[in-house]
């Protein structure tokens, strides 16, 4: 039976004066209140203010009941915004009164001042106070029951709606009509078998904007919450469907009303994730149930005018969700729950962070290692034509001349200018869909594309529309746990058509598409749009390619960077406006001018990562000469260990400490005996200064035999015994207590090869120079100091036995032996673990540098016993930082990586497969003269002529310059600069090594 067909009991004045005074001993002016049912009259004491609800003579006493014990429930559990009941004189919340020969129950509540939220529109900020009322209201529900709850045939019951399909007949309008039916359609389909194991609740199930009262001193805030007519037992989500439905009447902002609703009402009372992916269509069917009954409704009563003006804005707002996606109104819903948008997006973002190493190249040569440049298309710079005009071509193709690159990027979360059509609104929202979900690659026409992961061809399909995709492909992916994902490729050629159909399997670095020209790809200049998708909402043929800025936040969740598959550096995508000529500039006004710069064409290095270095444009550059770096840049258990010792402590050595010993303990055990005493300090060349010292306080002497351009560290003291530095321009005379042996050159010295008789030949020199000493001072102890492997001279390995037979010669004379393993130490051999292992020698002392701390300040000497004891002469040696517990974090974190990554194998194999390809070179090229080394030091020495020897100089810097200009990094040492030396990080892996070999072979050719 309907509200229509029932009247509301029309007591008298005085009756209601009667029922005040006898039944609760109050007296008042009373007014009557709109009501459907029943009579409401509101009543004005001297003290208090209160609602008498007189019940029409059909209401059921028991649903009474119920209503009272769910306020008396409220109450109890502190829920502040329903109104409260009167106990008559007998102590009853209920009680009846005759009137015509009928019954009427008849309750009195506590009056809640204020205006209805009908009475004017409801922020953003009241629709969550409101939300969070009803979410407060759902929580103190919890635990109610009453039997007359359990209402099977309630038509406003959200339960049931499915029964109403039928009154679909009765609405007027045709496509109001088929949008209800086909709603209908979806709720039996679709929503009815995702209701099955929802939770259930005694509901409220009627927060509409006349049934809540706002505080008249501040409309933001809710005050009341009032008639429980409509409570029903349902299933829990019903309570924020039917609130939901109600709210957004009117709204010019669907989205943002929603969002906020469902965060005030979540944040009280968090709904599931099953519940929450039927509350967008529940919301709708609660509209629906509205727009049926009212339809009945007028049919029966055609006189009745307000029933078809009042279903007006119900049809209306059905309309406007129409025009919404249900997956992406969900995924707002569980954004504004707290919850990830999309239902294990989180997952496919890191599934893909973790596959980033493993990505196929999209383009051919490897992007990453090509130059890029930005073209911002959010109006930032009035010089950069719309990317969709007729003059962005010539624009584009101009810069890329001018800047020698080979792509222009479009960024991933660019608020752009371009969309300004229909296209990209909707009548659910006044916000234009304005930021970039993908990111575009713009590029020549016909370029191969390639997939960068394995997947399965979701979609090939044309979307020819004037701006839209053109030809797309979209591939599905799984991660390792089975959650799919998708990747957009639009404005592709029609050669996709050719090349895919749907169910196809693709394998990474497989070809899947070509750019598409401007006649083809939807209208653009030529350029690949690149998208991932966390969820394709059930679209089978298209995708959003932007979304609202407002609700960028949501967007981003559901299409997620897409450069977790193009694999860029985040500096791609960038604007740096202090570029190299720039910083160049202020070096030269800030930085002493004999500090050198690499390259031609100067580089502005920002990060590091592995054996990679990237510039201010994102674009990586393969490291071949950066040895410091030995387990890779920025090694993250490296940053680990620097980050957690420096959060505890950092102080000096005059502190006990056990990291200090921990790592001494670590790199003796790493030496043969009798090197067992370490001192620490900060860089190689003050390691150098600290040998020096104790090993002439052995000998008595300051003399010291040292190889022709040896180069041993940058201080005073060091280049006094580096010849690579005094013998050049700006030098000065050897100095008298320095004796200079011939350099042991297998490849262009007096003594050719590596064999025994080549290394005894050379170290005949080193007798000679103690000869000399014994001479001038008539005591032959001097310090012999060298590099186990010569890194200025020109990546030279010594002959067998040379460094075993000037030991002989020096230790004769009561000598001590330096080996300077700044540069080859910790497994760069490959072979061993130090350089002077190849020559099966122990030195007295052994000076570290550079590798031991991966670029930190760390630096270390090793000695034995007897000599360090012999430094203790009373003169005390300290190092304010040297041993400080950070650097020997390092130390240790850089000792694990060398060993748990197995890294001086891994330069043995990698060294052995790299000189076998430059011997290649070699047979191929006539200037390659010879190619040499161990392990990861290894070079390549370039000449005129290969029975002259004459040095290549030039062509060795015009290669090194060709080189940086496609991203390899090299450099050149040598007295003549003529070789080429690789000492890369030790992470260099082979496909590094191929990149290299195979571009090396290309320059070598241009120059043949």
């Given at each position: 039976?309907?509200?229509?067909?029932?009247?509301?009991?029309?007591?008298?004045?005085?009756?209601?004066?009667?029922?005040?005074?006898?039944?609760?001993?109050?007296?008042?002016?009373?007014?009557?209140?709109?009501?459907?049912?029943?009579?409401?009259?509101?009543?004005?004491?001297?003290?208090?203010?209160?609602?008498?609800?007189?019940?029409?003579?059909?209401?059921?006493?028991?649903?009474?009941?119920?209503?009272?014990?769910?306020?008396?429930?409220?109450?109890?559990?502190?829920?502040?915004?329903?109104?409260?009941?009167?106990?008559?004189?007998d102590g009853k919340n209920i009680f009846t009164v005759e009137q015509d020969g009928k019954t009427h129950a008849v309750r009195l509540i506590s009056f809640i001042d204020g205006p209805l939220?009908?009475?004017?529109?409801?922020?953003?900020?009241?629709?969550?106070?409101?939300?969070?009322?009803?979410?407060?209201?759902?929580?103190?529900?919890?635990?109610?029951?009453?039997?007359?709850?359990?209402?099977?045939?309630?038509?406003?019951?959200?339960?049931?709606?499915?029964?109403?399909?039928?009154?679909?007949?009765?609405?007027?309008?045709?496509?109001?009509?088929?949008?209800?039916?086909?709603?209908?359609?979806?709720?039996?389909?679709?929503?009815?078998?995702?209701?099955?194991?929802?939770?259930?609740?005694?509901?409220?199930?009627?927060?509409?904007?006349?049934?809540?009262?706002?505080?008249?001193?501040?409309?933001?805030?809710?005050?009341?919450?009032?008639?429980?007519?409509?409570?029903?037992?349902?299933?829990?989500?019903?309570?924020?469907?039917?609130?939901?439905?109600?709210?957004?009447?009117?709204?010019?902002?669907?989205?943002?009303?929603?969002?906020?609703?469902?965060?005030?009402?979540?944040?009280?009372?968090?709904?599931?994730?099953?519940?929450?992916?039927?509350?967008?269509?529940?919301?709708?069917?609660?509209?629906?149930?509205?727009?049926?009954?009212?339809?009945?409704?007028?049919?029966?009563?055609?006189?009745?005018?307000?029933?078809?003006?009042?279903?007006?804005?119900?049809?209306?707002?059905?309309?406007?969700?129409?025009?919404?996606?249900?997956?992406?109104?969900?995924?707002?819903?569980?954004?504004?729950?707290?919850?990830?948008?999309?239902?294990?997006?989180?997952?496919?973002?890191?599934?893909?962070?973790?596959?980033?190493?493993?990505?196929?190249?999209?383009?051919?040569?490897?992007?990453?290692?090509?130059?890029?440049?930005?073209?911002?298309?959010?109006?930032?710079?009035?010089?950069?034509?719309?990317?969709?005009?007729?003059?962005?071509?010539?624009?584009?193709?101009?810069?890329?001349?001018?800047?020698?690159?080979?792509?222009?990027?479009?960024?991933?979360?660019?608020?752009?200018?371009?969309?300004?059509?229909?296209?990209?609104?909707?009548?659910?929202?006044?916000?234009?869909?304005?930021?970039?979900?993908?990111?575009?690659?713009?590029?020549?026409?016909?370029?191969?594309?390639?997939?960068?992961?394995?997947?399965?061809?979701?979609?090939?399909?044309?979307?020819?529309?004037?701006?839209?995709?053109?030809?797309?492909?979209?591939?599905?992916?799984?991660?390792?746990?089975?959650?799919?994902?998708?990747?957009?490729?639009?404005?592709?050629?029609?050669?996709?058509?050719?090349?895919?159909?749907?169910?196809?399997?693709?394998?990474?670095?497989?070809?899947?598409?070509?750019?598409?020209?401007?006649?083809?790809?939807?209208?653009?200049?030529?350029?690949?749009?690149?998208?991932?998708?966390?969820?394709?909402?059930?679209?089978?043929?298209?995708?959003?390619?932007?979304?609202?800025?407002?609700?960028?936040?949501?967007?981003?969740?559901?299409?997620?960077?897409?450069?977790?598959?193009?694999?860029?550096?985040?500096?791609?995508?960038?604007?740096?406006?202090?570029?190299?000529?720039?910083?160049?500039?202020?070096?030269?006004?800030?930085?002493?001018?004999?500090?050198?710069?690499?390259?031609?064409?100067?580089?502005?290095?920002?990060?590091?990562?592995?054996?990679?270095?990237?510039?201010?444009?994102?674009?990586?550059?393969?490291?071949?000469?950066?040895?410091?770096?030995?387990?890779?840049?920025?090694?993250?258990?490296?940053?680990?260990?620097?980050?957690?010792?420096?959060?505890?402590?950092?102080?000096?050595?005059?502190?006990?400490?056990?990291?200090?010993?921990?790592?001494?303990?670590?790199?003796?055990?790493?030496?043969?005996?009798?090197?067992?005493?370490?001192?620490?300090?900060?860089?190689?060349?003050?390691?150098?200064?600290?040998?020096?010292?104790?090993?002439?306080?052995?000998?008595?002497?300051?003399?010291?035999?040292?190889l022709d351009w040896a180069y041993h560290g940058n201080s005073q003291g060091a280049v006094d015994i580096s010849p690579y530095k005094f013998k050049r321009k700006g030098g000065f005379p050897?100095?008298?207590?320095?004796?200079?042996?011939?350099?042991?050159?297998?490849?262009?010295?007096?003594?050719?090869?590596?064999?025994?008789?080549?290394?005894?030949?050379?170290?005949?020199?080193?007798?000679?120079?103690?000869?000399?000493?014994?001479?001038?001072?008539?005591?032959?102890?001097?310090?012999?100091?060298?590099?186990?492997?010569?890194?200025?001279?020109?990546?030279?390995?010594?002959?067998?036995?040379?460094?075993?037979?000037?030991?002989?010669?020096?230790?004769?004379?009561?000598?001590?032996?330096?080996?300077?393993?700044?540069?080859?130490?910790?497994?760069?051999?490959?072979?061993?673990?130090?350089?002077?292992?190849?020559?099966?020698?122990?030195?007295?002392?052994?000076?570290?540098?550079?590798?031991?701390?991966?670029?930190?300040?760390?630096?270390?000497?090793?000695?034995?016993?007897?000599?360090?004891?012999?430094?203790?002469?009373?003169?005390?040696?300290?190092?304010?930082?040297?041993?400080?517990?950070?650097?020997?974090?390092?130390?240790?974190?850089?000792?694990?990586?060398?060993?748990?990554?197995?890294?001086?194998?891994?330069?043995?194999?990698?060294?052995?497969?790299?000189?076998?390809?430059?011997?290649?070179?070699?047979?191929?090229?006539?200037?390659?003269?010879?190619?040499?080394?161990?392990?990861?030091?290894?070079?390549?020495?370039?000449?005129?002529?290969?029975?002259?020897?004459?040095?290549?100089?030039?062509?060795?810097?015009?290669?090194?310059?060709?080189?940086?200009?496609?991203?390899?990094?090299?450099?050149?040492?040598?007295?003549?600069?003529?070789?080429?030396?690789?000492?890369?990080?030790?992470?260099?892996?082979?496909?590094?090594?191929?990149?290299?070999?195979?571009?090396?072979?290309?320059?070598?050719?241009?120059?043949?």
């Open positions: 039976m309907s509200a229509f067909d029932i009247p509301p009991p029309a007591f008298s004045s005085t009756q209601i004066d009667e029922i005040l005074r006898d039944h609760f001993g109050l007296s008042g002016e009373h007014k009557m209140l709109e009501s459907e049912r029943d009579q409401n009259i509101a009543v004005q004491t001297a003290k208090a203010k209160f609602v008498l609800k007189i019940a029409h003579g059909e209401e059921d006493l028991e649903f009474l009941e119920l209503q009272s014990q769910a306020m008396a429930h409220l109450a109890n559990a502190g829920y502040q915004f329903a109104p409260t009941q009167i106990e008559n004189r939220l009908s009475a004017s529109k409801p922020t953003i900020q009241t629709l969550e106070n409101l939300g969070a009322a009803i979410g407060e209201l759902s929580a103190a529900l919890q635990g109610f029951s009453h039997s007359a709850a359990n209402r099977p045939d309630f038509e406003w019951n959200l339960d049931n709606v499915g029964a109403l399909q039928s009154m679909c007949d009765d609405i007027v309008d045709d496509a109001n009509r088929k949008r209800v039916n086909d709603l209908f359609e979806r709720y039996h389909s679709v929503v009815a078998p995702k209701l099955k194991n929802l939770r259930n609740a005694v509901l409220y199930q009627d927060a509409n904007d006349n049934n809540i009262i706002v505080d008249p001193n501040d409309t933001f805030q809710i005050k009341g919450v009032f008639d429980f007519g409509d409570m029903c037992f349902g299933r829990q989500v019903n309570e924020l469907a039917v609130c939901l439905a109600y709210a957004l009447l009117g709204q010019e902002d669907i989205y943002t009303a929603s969002h906020a609703l469902v965060r005030g009402y979540t944040k009280a009372f968090p709904l599931t994730e099953n519940e929450l992916e039927v509350l967008f269509d529940l919301a709708r069917m609660r509209l629906v149930s509205s727009v049926c009954m009212s339809s009945r409704q007028a049919k029966k009563y055609p006189d009745n005018e307000y029933l078809t003006i009042s279903q007006a804005p119900a049809f209306e707002l059905l309309e406007r969700l129409d025009s919404g996606d249900v997956g992406f109104m969900t995924a707002l819903f569980r954004d504004a729950a707290g919850m990830e948008a999309i239902r294990g997006g989180n997952a496919v973002a890191a599934y893909l962070k973790a596959q980033r190493s493993h990505l196929a190249p999209m383009f051919m040569p490897d992007f990453k290692y090509q130059r890029r440049f930005v073209i911002p298309a959010d109006g930032s710079d009035p010089t950069v034509p719309d990317i969709s005009a007729e003059n962005f071509d010539s624009w584009f193709n101009a810069k890329r001349k001018r800047t020698g690159a080979r792509y222009g990027v479009g960024r991933y979360g660019e608020d752009r200018s371009v969309y300004q059509s229909a296209a990209f609104t909707s009548p659910a929202s006044p916000e234009r869909r304005t930021v970039h979900m993908g990111l575009d690659v713009f590029v020549d026409a016909d370029e191969p594309l390639y997939a960068p992961i394995a997947g399965t061809v979701y979609t090939v399909h044309n979307n020819a529309f004037h701006l839209d995709y053109g030809p797309t492909l979209i591939l599905r992916h799984e991660t390792d746990e089975g959650i799919p994902f998708y990747s957009l490729y639009g404005h592709l050629s029609p050669s996709i058509f050719d090349l895919h159909k749907v169910g196809d399997e693709i394998e990474p670095g497989q070809l899947i598409g070509h750019i598409g020209d401007w006649d083809v790809n939807g209208g653009w200049s030529p350029h690949l749009h690149f998208q991932i998708m966390t969820d394709m909402f059930g679209h089978t043929e298209n995708f959003y390619g932007v979304g609202h800025k407002s609700l960028w936040h949501i967007w981003q969740q559901i299409c997620i960077d897409p450069d977790l598959m193009l694999g860029q550096a985040s500096e791609t995508y960038n604007i740096d406006n202090a570029g190299p000529e720039k910083l160049m500039e202020r070096r030269n006004k800030l930085l002493g001018p004999s500090l050198s710069v690499s390259y031609k064409n100067k580089l502005k290095i920002v990060r590091g990562e592995g054996a990679h270095l990237y510039d201010h444009t994102g674009r990586a550059h393969l490291d071949c000469v950066n040895n410091i770096t030995h387990i890779g840049h920025c090694h993250p258990h490296l940053v680990e260990a620097i980050s957690r010792q420096a959060a505890i402590l950092n102080t000096n050595t005059r502190y006990l400490h056990e990291l200090v010993l921990d790592y001494a303990e670590r790199i003796t055990s790493k030496l043969p005996d009798p090197l067992s005493v370490a001192f620490f300090v900060n860089s190689g060349t003050e390691a150098n200064e600290l040998a020096l010292r104790i090993a002439r306080q052995a000998t008595g002497q300051k003399n010291t035999v040292v050897q100095p008298d207590f320095v004796e200079i042996a011939d350099f042991p050159d297998p490849y262009r010295g007096a003594h050719k090869g590596y064999s025994e008789n080549s290394g005894k030949a050379y170290a005949q020199s080193v007798a000679e120079c103690v000869s000399t000493i014994k001479g001038k001072t008539g005591n032959g102890a001097a310090t012999f100091i060298a590099e186990s492997i010569s890194g200025v001279g020109g990546q030279i390995a010594y002959p067998k036995g040379y460094l075993k037979a000037a030991y002989e010669a020096i230790h004769a004379e009561g000598g001590i032996c330096v080996a300077d393993e700044v540069q080859c130490g910790f497994g760069r051999v490959g072979d061993h673990f130090w350089g002077f292992e190849l020559q099966d020698v122990v030195p007295d002392i052994v000076v570290m540098g550079k590798p031991i701390g991966n670029g930190h300040p760390l630096a270390a000497v090793v000695t034995t016993r007897e000599l360090a004891e012999n430094f203790a002469n009373g003169m005390e040696y300290f190092n304010s930082f040297g041993g400080n517990p950070v650097s020997m974090a390092v130390g240790m974190a850089v000792m694990d990586v060398i060993e748990n990554e197995n890294l001086q194998s891994h330069a043995k194999e990698l060294g052995a497969y790299i000189l076998d390809r430059w011997q290649s070179l070699k047979n191929k090229y006539e200037f390659v003269g010879d190619v040499r080394g161990h392990g990861l030091f290894l070079g390549i020495e370039l000449v005129k002529d290969r029975q002259t020897l004459e040095p290549a100089t030039d062509l060795a810097g015009q290669i090194v310059n060709e080189m940086r200009e496609r991203a390899i990094l090299l450099s050149t040492d040598g007295p003549f600069e003529n070789v080429l030396k690789f000492k890369p990080p030790m992470v260099f892996s082979r496909a590094n090594a191929d990149f290299l070999c195979d571009t090396l072979d290309k320059v070598m050719a241009d120059f043949a």
